[in-house]
């Protein structure tokens, strides 16, 4: 079955950085867009970064563009989300999810979270 398993996340200071990491498995892994997206405490899910299967075409939200860098190793299963300049608006549970066609996800990792404060 679809397993989509995140890591990485932790606690850090504003303008610090993270690495977060997708080990997936139970599909074919390089046929599959994946995302990343976000849920901040009391408020709603936000998609944050997108990658096409062939790791070319990216997207980002406007709230992290050029904070955030979004790739995957096809030969490793693996997706990450490389996050630098962070900010306490950044404080989230980041899921790593898999793409079903157009952008919508139809599975979902269990979430790491990541925090931002002094």
């Known amino acids: 079955q679809v397993q989509l398993v995140e890591s990485g996340g932790g606690s850090v200071q504003p303008g610090g950085s993270l690495r977060l990491s997708c080990a997936a498995s139970g599909f074919s892994f390089v046929s599959y867009a994946m995302s990343w997206v976000r849920q901040a405490p009391g408020k709603e899910l936000e998609w944050v970064a997108h990658?096409?299967?062939?790791?070319?075409?990216?997207y980002y939200a406007d709230s992290v563009k050029g904070r955030f860098s979004i790739s995957r190793e096809n030969a490793k299963n693996t997706v990450y989300l490389e996050m630098r300049d962070l900010k306490s608006e950044d404080t989230a549970m980041y899921y790593c999810t898999k793409d079903g066609g157009h952008w919508s996800p139809d599975y979902w990792g269990a979430g790491t979270l990541v925090t931002v404060s002094p």
């Open positions: 990658v096409g299967a062939d790791a070319l075409n990216k």
